[in-house]
């Protein structure tokens, strides 16, 4: 009896001990290697705008926290459309800006970028931008904290998508007035489900309240480009991982040793506010 | 004339009866050896003639034949774990001789072998090669309530698990995809549940297994690094019998039985995580964790229902079945099969995986001589997701006719040799969206054919030299419906595309010849000197995007795009053996060069694209190592203590540059220990058996950034190149104890069956380490409150398990 009922006992000890079983997240302290500072430019023209860079420099890892990179103030950028160029103007925090040449669509844009004797070039064509076909609004009753109810809703967004052609699309959310950059999303329509010649895409940043503002934004873009958002979103939404087997950075159009892409893009713009 | 005509015939005549004669002075003994009390097959059993010093041993299918002259004989059958019998045979023509061996009390206790005959880790032709049987394989403490079989071979030298919880095992540098993972010859392509704690092979049903890391024999083709091979147990033929056990996380079932007694017997067993204790188990977690904070990684919420592992809930079932029809002296049927599902429950839906396989053999017994066995075999792995508005579909299908021969030649030589055609279907994906009509994405499917004939030999010389040489040919063919397709080596964009519309037209055709060797040079009976070569082509590969096999990666066949694998393994290690046979040694070292490794391209996230076959990239592979063995196996103490050293590299224009980079199965060290203490003659701890397991291996190759940057206002981390770092090493220590107490046993009155109960206690990670299977790079982002955090990227660990008890109560009757 007694050997049973200690059987008994240490069983029960040991059925209630779960917390093994759990996944734990532990902190670490890596020792990388100093791999030196990369350059990385941002760069864009968009339709009916000047073109715009930004250039900075890479941080080691373990680098103490900053809000702001250390950019490059003395580069020399020329963009031209073929027909005219231009030099752009550095106006502070890194950034250049265009004053002369629009994006149109149609053209192909090249920019040339000199720093401390390092030349740098890029190429991107401005595609037709992408039209919406419609979109709805789901509304439904959330509570806050304190108890009080509001109406939110649920966006879905259908883009025209012609199925005979392949086609890849960059999407912005800006909430408020505010861009959400780490929303950015880029689409190849040969990797989703294409309906009745649309894409169908919900608002992946946050579902909106009444009175609030939505502007959605989308363009058509080439491969590198869609290369590059569709790595950089992978990041920065955490799916690339270093437990993967194959994170990489966003591929650059400025070629190795560099971070950044070079787009010419032609967005269409559309306003919801329920 | 007429006289010369007759000396002719007359000499002739008497040349005849003379070769007649001689051919009289000689017979064979054959026959199949058998557990008494099952009635199953046993393999691997000696079979020794003193005076002649001849001996042979038994083959998969327990078949034995061994040639004698005429007279009397003395023949010792002997098989660890079993009774040796001696029988006398007087032989004056060919026998069928049945042995039926008992199981010896002391299951590990020495019963093998003549003192004239060194042990089989020196005289065996086998390097790289390791069998044991469930007897041996029970002796490793259980893990999280089960015997696991891959948990078993992990201890091996030179064979390592990816990480913890993670499917698949990884074989002197090898990829998890170069392993063919046999069930009674039925290959499975993930063996694996909840997603890798658990081995699809249930221990109640497995009668022994093999691994061989090297010198795979010719009969063995299609996967480039190693062959586990797994038999299951036969019905028994004279008795039932059974065991039930249920357990904090799984509980199983088993049961044999004779139909028909000594013509057709059945096995079945079956596993569940929903049985008995394993549903009581998932209740007391719940109501342990009411408010979820044992989660920690932000994810459901922390219920640990049902194993909750990734905020997922997660249950699986498999069941095995085995029909043995006798029937007749020559001709035996047998079926034996295979179901396993598993279920996992997340936020965003209900995901199922499992396979499903079938194996319909015949076997036939020509002469003495000639056996032959010829197979259908049916094996399928799909997965299921159902993720609300999208389900996702893929799957593979393998169908085998297999013939095969086995002739004993003499005594000490043996040719097996025969053919086998396999055709493969691939579905690769297909996402549909539920709310559109047409919404629906279909990766193209495609099919295969991977034929092969092969031919060995294994010949003893002297009793010092061994040969085991063989030939395999290979073909694979690419069949339709389907495109090939010429793609722009920049930008994977399609060039060009040719449609093929039937099953019959071939797209792509790959031949190789396969040979493989190995070599026993035994210096004296207690040393021996063995090198082995053998060349593999594997023509599937299987696609992963993360560190280890998932349920959802897929296999991918070779095509006009995507070249085979072709790997050359030289091995060559000493043997030898101390105090009589009771401590062994093994050391061993190997090179491997691969030819068609494969990998993504960096970047590629999602399988569902058209073009997948651009986005792999081929190069070479070397993996290189040293591994050493010290094993005492038998008596109350029994152990082994192993260790290996090696690096595995791969090289591709593609990735990281082109640069060698370690692969995600390169380990640089590893050390593996198990002990296991069963004191016998002590009459108060005669029924316990304790079990002690150490595991420490180098942390595998991750990559992880070196420095970060800004895009307006989001930080980036930036890599610099392919696995550079590693995880923290990993190590662990396990206790098992078993109780099972002959006092408790119990008899029924009906039948005098006799009920013997018994408790297994498992102490997994003892000392609770937590090993880290990935790193993930946090982005901090802005300080709370005010207080900006000291970097903008932090690393952090993810650990599966810590410190894991589980019992379970066993019922063998």
């Known amino acids: 009896m007694n050997k049973l009922l200690t059987a008994i006992l240490i069983l029960s000890v040991i059925s209630s001990c779960t917390k093994g079983m759990q996944e734990e997240l532990i902190p670490l302290n890596i020792n990388v290697n100093n791999i030196g500072s990369i350059t990385v430019i941002d760069s864009k023209i968009e339709m009916d705008s000047t073109a715009w860079v930004q250039i900075s420099y890479s941080e080691d890892i373990n680098a103490v926290f900053t809000l702001s990179p250390n950019y490059e103030t003395n580069a020399i950028i020329e963009i031209s459309d073929g027909i005219s160029s231009e030099q752009l103007t550095y106006i502070g925090e890194g950034v250049y800006k265009g004053s002369s040449i629009l994006g149109q669509v149609g053209n192909t844009y090249s920019i040339t970028i000199e720093i401390n004797g390092t030349i740098y070039n890029a190429l991107s064509t401005m595609l037709p931008p992408a039209t919406l076909r419609d979109i709805t609004l789901t509304p439904y009753e959330v509570a806050d904290k304190d108890g009080k109810s509001y109406t939110a809703y649920t966006e879905n967004w259908i883009v025209n998508d012609p199925s005979a052609t392949r086609n890849r699309y960059l999407f912005e959310w800006w909430t408020n007035g505010v861009h959400n950059e780490r929303m950015d999303w880029a689409i190849d329509d040969n990797r989703v489900v294409n309906a009745n010649e649309g894409l169908f895409l919900g608002n992946i940043t946050r579902d909106v309240y009444e009175g609030e503002t939505t502007t959605f934004r989308v363009a058509e873009i080439d491969k590198s480009t869609y290369d590059y958002f569709n790595m950089y979103e992978k990041i920065v939404r955490g799916i690339a991982s270093a437990g993967d087997q194959t994170p990489y950075n966003p591929v650059s159009s400025y070629g190795p040793g560099t971070v950044g892409n070079f787009r010419a893009v032609a967005f269409s713009s559309y306003i919801v506010v329920p | ?813």
Request: glycine share 8%.
């Open chain 2, 1 to 813: 004339m007429i006289i010369k005509i007759s000396k002719i015939f007359i000499l002739a005549f008497v040349f005849f009866i003379s070769i007649n004669a001689n051919s009289q002075s000689s017979f064979v003994l054959s026959g199949i050896v058998k557990d008494s009390v099952s009635g199953e097959t046993l393999s691997g059993v000696s079979i020794y003639e003193e005076s002649t010093k001849t001996g042979t041993s038994s083959d998969l299918n327990g078949y034995y034949s061994i040639s004698l002259t005429k007279g009397e004989h003395f023949l010792t059958f002997s098989f660890i774990g079993y009774i040796k019998q001696i029988k006398t045979i007087n032989l004056t023509k060919n026998v069928i001789l049945d042995i039926k061996l008992s199981s010896s009390e002391n299951q590990l206790e020495e019963v093998v072998v003549s003192n004239k005959k060194p042990d089989k880790n020196v005289t065996s032709t086998e390097i790289s090669i390791k069998k044991l049987n469930i007897e041996q394989i029970k002796r490793i403490p259980i893990v999280m309530g089960e015997t696991d079989i891959f948990k078993t071979i992990q201890m091996l030298p030179g064979i390592n698990s990816v990480a913890e919880g993670r499917a698949g095992f990884i074989v002197r540098g090898g990829g998890l995809d170069q392993n063919l993972i046999l069930m009674d010859e039925m290959p499975l392509f993930y063996a694996s549940h909840q997603r890798g704690l658990y081995s699809v092979f249930n221990a109640a049903a497995v009668s022994e297994m093999t691994i061989y890391k090297g010198g795979i024999p010719a009969r063995f083709g299609g996967r480039s690094s190693a062959v586990l091979d797994v038999k299951m147990t036969d019905g028994s033929f004279e008795n039932y019998s059974g065991e039930i056990s249920l357990g904090l996380i799984t509980s199983k079932f088993s049961f044999e039985a004779p139909i028909i007694k000594d013509k057709l017997s059945i096995f079945v067993a079956g596993r569940s995580t929903r049985w008995g204790f394993g549903y009581w188990y998932d209740q007391i977690s719940r109501n342990s964790d009411p408010n979820g904070k044992g989660d920690k990684s932000g994810g459901k919420g922390g219920t640990t229902g049902s194993l909750t592992f990734f905020q997922t809930e997660e249950r699986w079932f498999d069941y095995n079945t085995k029909l043995i029809w006798k029937i007749n002296d020559k001709n035996s049927l047998i079926f034996s099969g295979y179901y396993g599902k598993d279920f996992a429950y997340t936020a965003a839906g209900l995901t199922n995986w499992g396979n499903q396989a079938g194996h319909l053999k015949w076997s036939h017994i020509f002469n003495e001589k000639l056996i032959s066995n010829t197979s259908l075999i049916v094996s399928r792995y799909n997965t299921f997701g159902d993720g609300g508005q999208y389900q996702f579909y893929s799957g593979i299908g393998s169908y085998t006719f297999k013939h095969n021969f086995t002739y004993f030649a003499a005594n000490d030589a043996t040719w097996q040799f025969g053919l086998q055609s396999e055709y493969q279907d691939f579905n690769h994906g297909s996402l549909i969206d539920v709310t559109q009509d047409d919404g629906a994405k279909f990766m193209p499917p495609m099919q295969g054919l991977e034929s092969s004939l092969y031919s060995e030999y294994k010949k003893t010389f002297n009793e010092k030299f061994a040969v085991h040489l063989g030939l395999r040919l290979s073909m694979y063919n690419r069949l339709g419906s389907g495109h090939t397709t010429v793609f722009d080596e920049e930008t994977n964009e399609e060039i060009s595309q040719t449609e093929y519309s039937s099953f019959t037209d071939v797209m792509a055709t790959y031949i190789n010849p396969e040979p493989r060797a190995s070599l026993t040079y035994i210096v004296n009976k207690n040393n021996s000197i063995k090198a082995s070569y053998n060349r593999n082509a594997q023509y599937l590969r299987l696609m992963t995007l993360g560190s280890n096999i998932t349920w959802y990666d897929i296999w991918m066949p070779s095509t006009e795009n995507v070249e085979p694998m072709i790997t050359d393994q030289f091995a060559i290690g000493y043997f030898r053996n101390f105090f009589d046979n009771k401590i062994e040694l093994s050391t061993e070292a190997y090179y491997k060069y691969q030819n068609g490794v494969s990998d993504f391209e960096d970047g590629l996230h999602n399988y569902l694209v058209d073009n997948l076959e651009a986005y792999v990239a081929q190069g070479t592979g070397k993996s290189y190592g040293f591994e050493i063995s010290i094993e005492k196996p038998k008596g109350d103490f029994t152990g082994r203590i192993s260790y290996n050293i090696g690096e595995s590299l791969w090289e591709i224009d593609e990735i990281n540059q082109g640069r060698p980079y370690h692969n995600m199965f390169d380990i640089t060290h590893s050390l593996n220990s198990q002990f296991s203490y069963n004191p016998s003659k002590s009459k108060l701890f005669k029924d316990f058996t304790l079990s002690i397991n150490f595991v420490y291996y180098t942390g595998r190759p991750v990559t992880l950034p070196e420095s970060y940057y800004y895009i307006g206002n989001v930080s980036m981390p930036f890599w610099e190149a392919r696995n550079q770092y590693r995880l923290p090493d990993y190590h662990r220590m396990d206790i098992g104890i078993n109780y099972e107490p002959e006092s408790l046993s119990f008899k029924t009155k009906e039948n005098n069956r006799k009920f013997q109960p018994s408790i297994d206690i498992s102490l997994y990670n003892i000392y609770n380490r937590r090993n880290i299977f990935t790193i993930d790079m946090v982005n901090n982002g802005l300080g709370k409150d005010g207080v900006n955090p000291s970097s903008v990227f932090s690393a952090q660990g993810r650990s599966t398990f810590g410190f894991v008890p589980s019992f379970q109560f066993n019922l063998k009757f």
